[in-house]
């Protein structure tokens, strides 16, 4: 499943390729999963829409969007479409909650913004390819471009979720790891009760830190993942905090070298791995004391950690 830092380096590699883009019409496959909102809000906000930028929210990939030309876009969205979606519904959803229509004032610029939202679950893709370029099964979503391009939207296990947001107003749960300050952050974890690295892997509390970098933050840290929050002390948060963002900027860092292998047609997931002290070490010397990694499970999850090292 990509992390954080994997999410970060998809949106990187796809706002060089796509921004400035113009989606000009899209295909939406016929399985329910991967759209989390319904088909027509996601064409009818796609269609016609400029890439205004791509950016990483948590592990969502938020694509900016503006409408060119908010009239011709509504005229072409009436009735039938020419993959057979009707539009007519949801214009008259828009027009109920307000948004601007044909000679509705449209100096309101805001109201010509929106975004799509992607979430790429365990094994969702996002391809720019050609669109001679074979379209593979467990393609959900194919979006073609101004630019002659196609970017498509590949699911094998439909974990992925698409969604739009009509109003720019998209907000991922928690706070971003790379963003916060010390403040913040200890501020995140005071008096709560759970093991740290629940607190860590919480979504609510932090964005996008998976099972792996937890383990890696909290092994540089020296705090045991099994630690109640509450009893760790200020001093050993100001360690976590330059932890995870050192471990999350060394990953981004690696990730950026190979940008172009993810999004490419035929791209493989060939993550360059951050070089593990612990995660999946159990049984082997750690790094630093040489002592054996223990493998623990922490509501479900596997934690490792060095038991000499780690308080
Ligand atoms: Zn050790």
């Known amino acids: 499943m990509p992390e954080l830092p994997e999410v970060e380096t998809i949106a990187r590699g796809l706002a060089k ?34 890439i205004a930028a791509v950016r990483r929210m948590g592990k969502h990939i938020v694509f900016d969007l503006e409408k060119k030309d908010v009239a011709r876009t509504l005229v072409a969205a009436k009735g039938r479409d020419r993959h057979g979606l009707d539009h007519s519904h949801f214009l008259q959803r828009r027009r109920e909650v307000g948004h601007p229509t044909v000679g509705v004032d449209r100096s309101a610029t805001t109201a010509n913004k929106a975004q799509w ?29 101004a630019s002659g391009r196609e970017l498509r939207f590949v699911d094998p296990r439909r974990f992925g979720r698409l969604s739009v947001a009509a109003a720019a107003d998209f907000d991922a749960a928690g706070i971003e790891p790379l963003e916060t300050d010390v403040d913040r952050f200890v501020e995140l974890f005071r008096g709560r009760k759970t093991p740290i690295k629940s607190a860590l892997l919480n979504q609510k509390l932090l964005r996008g830190v998976g099972n792996i970098y937890a383990d890696e933050s909290l092994f540089r840290a020296g705090i045991r993942p099994r630690r109640r929050a509450a009893t760790i002390k200020r001093e050993q948060f100001v360690k976590l905090h330059s932890a995870v963002k050192e471990v999350l900027r060394e990953a981004i860092a690696l990730g950026g070298s190979s940008i172009s292998d993810y999004v490419d047609a035929d791209g493989e997931e060939g993550f360059f791995q951050l070089q593990h002290r612990v995660y999946g070490r159990e049984g082997e010397p750690c790094l630093v004391c040489k002592t054996p990694i223990k493998r623990v499970v922490i509501a479900g999850r596997s934690s ?8």
């Open 117 to 145: 939202i992607v979430h790429l679950g365990m094994t969702g893709r996002l391809q720019v390819c050609a669109p001679e370029a074979e379209i593979e099964k467990h393609t959900h979503a194919i979006l073609k471009l």
């Open 304 to 311: 490792h950690y060095c038991p000499k090292c780690q308080k």
């Open 17 to 50: 390729r796509v921004v400035g883009d113009t989606v000009e019409s899209v295909w939406l496959g016929q399985k329910k999963e991967p759209l989390k909102s319904p088909a027509k809000d996601i064409a009818v906000t796609l269609e016609h829409s400029r």
